[in-house]
Antibody, heavy 120, light 107 residues
Framework: QVQLQHWGAGLLKPSETLSLTCAVSGGSFSDYYWSWIRQPPGKGLEWIGEINHSGSTNYNPSLKSRVTISVDTSKNHFSLKLSSVTAADTAVYYC??????????????WGQGTMVTVSS | EIVMTQSPATLSVSPGERATFSCRASQSVSSNLAWYQQKPGQAPRLLIYDASTRATGLPARFSGSGSGTEFTLTISSLQSEDFAVYYCQQYNNWPRTFGQGTKLEIK
């Protein structure tokens, strides 16, 4: 059974860099795209970006200047870095799987979510 | 970016009755649309993809329809565990975008 487990710092100060890692276990890593999605408290979902095992990425233009998504295929991990955070970046951050080889790009498996708070 | 608009914001329905959710895209997304269910404190769960295909294990009371810019999610006979927030999402274009959600509450 595929599981996504992620971790990272939960409390940041303005201007710091958010850093999260998601570990994939129980399934193929190379057959999928891997995404980051966030959800501010009480609000809707925002797609941040995605990466595949080769390092090919797509980013949300609204965040592209501050976002880097990377992959470590030796560990079946992928990571998110978001620079120069502000209070507006406070959200629950999810990692999720995209089964693009099955010809649909929805998010079929999600991590548990990590709350990241930006506060001085 | 494609804007996804869901209606209504809140839907009040009694258990056993039918619930119908609407999702409209600002431009055609073909059939590249998914629906998710989210309960408090949980990650979203994929329900429907390709506008009308149920995810593995999803009860048959859930159905999706539509193409282009107009989509519908229907729950034919509401169970207690169905009360949650529902989101639509398009994956026809980048950036991937979600609707703002419809909260299904018990009437």
């Amino acid at each position: 059974q595929v599981q996504l487990q992620h971790w990272g710092a939960g409390l940041l100060k303005p201007s710091e860099t958010l850093s999260l890692t998601c570990a994939v276990s129980g399934g193929s890593f190379s057959d999928y795209y891997w995404s980051w999605i966030r959800q501010p408290p009480g609000k809707g979902l925002e797609w941040i970006g995605e990466i595949n095992h080769s390092g090919s990425t797509n980013y949300n233009p609204s965040l592209k200047s501050r976002v880097t998504i990377s992959v470590d295929t030796s560990k079946n991990h992928f990571s998110l870095k978001l620079s120069s955070v502000t209070a507006a970046d406070t959200a629950v951050y999810y990692c999720a799987r995209v089964p693009w080889l099955l010809s649909y790009d929805a998010f079929d498996i999600w991590g548990q979510g990590t709350m990241v708070t930006v506060s001085s | 970016e494609i804007v996804m608009t869901q209606s209504p914001a809140t839907l009040s329905v009694s258990p056993g009755e039918r619930a119908t959710f609407s999702c409209r895209a600002s431009q055609s997304v073909s059939s590249n649309l998914a629906w998710y269910q989210q309960k408090p404190g949980q990650a979203p769960r994929l329900l429907i993809y390709d506008a009308s295909t149920r995810a593995t294990g999803l009860p048959a009371r859930f159905s999706g329809s539509g193409s282009g810019t107009e989509f519908t999610l229907t729950i034919s006979s509401l169970q207690s565990e169905d009360f949650a927030v529902y989101y639509c999402q398009q994956y026809n274009n980048w950036p991937r975008t979600f609707g703002q959600g419809t909260k299904l509450e018990i009437k």
